[in-house]
């Protein structure tokens, strides 16, 4: 195989950027890798509009969800009890959506943010949440509305 094809050590080249390879340098040089955890199109049947007729028969609503979570173990570990277990956010996102009704994608959103904010230790969350075939008048392929929060500075 020739060298070009072989993956390059960040450390053997000093004009790479820490930010290129998703971590980066404290003041004495230690990396430190900064972990992102996203959940796209995560589909569910729920009850949320302004009319009584979108609470009352329901539609589907597709959500995004990014956690950054900083950094993490499981980088190091490879162990699942070392990150935030996606599959386990996608259960309480559901659990969230689906307990209760909301007018607005906005307070959906804010409460879905809330949720993943105490439940994980993650820095900041952002929540998207679309309705596919929205009930309006006019030709629209979807609308959403997206939240994005951030942990409280004593966390």
């Known amino acids: 195989m020739p ?8 450390d053997d ?8 390879h998703g971590w980066e340098e404290d003041e004495e040089g230690a ?10 199109g995560l589909s569910l049947y729920t ?6 007729a979108e609470r009352e028969i329901g ?14 173990d499981a980088t190091v570990t490879d162990m699942v009890e070392d990150t935030v277990d996606y599959g386990e956010v996608c259960n309480v996102v ?11 994608l906005e307070r959906l ?15 900041e969350v952002w929540v998207k949440a679309a309705k596919p075939e929205p009930p309006i008048a006019l030709p629209v392929q979807e609308v ?5 929060r951030q942990a409280a500075a004593d966390e």
Do not use: F, N
Not at 109 to 123: F, T
């Open 94 to 104: 559901a659990l969230v959506a689906q307990q209760r009704s909301y007018k607005t």
């Open 47 to 52: 009850h949320h509009g302004v009319s009584a």
């Open 13 to 20: 080249d000093d004009e790479l950027d820490a930010d290129e």
């Open 109 to 123: 959103c804010s409460a879905i943010a809330d949720r993943l904010l105490d439940q994980y230790e993650a820095e």
């Open 144 to 148: 959403s509305v997206e939240v994005w």
């Open 59 to 72: 539609q589907r609503l597709v959500l995004d969800i990014r956690l950054e979570v900083g950094e993490c």
């Open 31 to 40: 990396r430190h890798t900064e972990v992102t955890i996203e959940i796209s």
């Open 3 to 10: 060298d070009s094809d072989l993956p390059r050590d960040p």
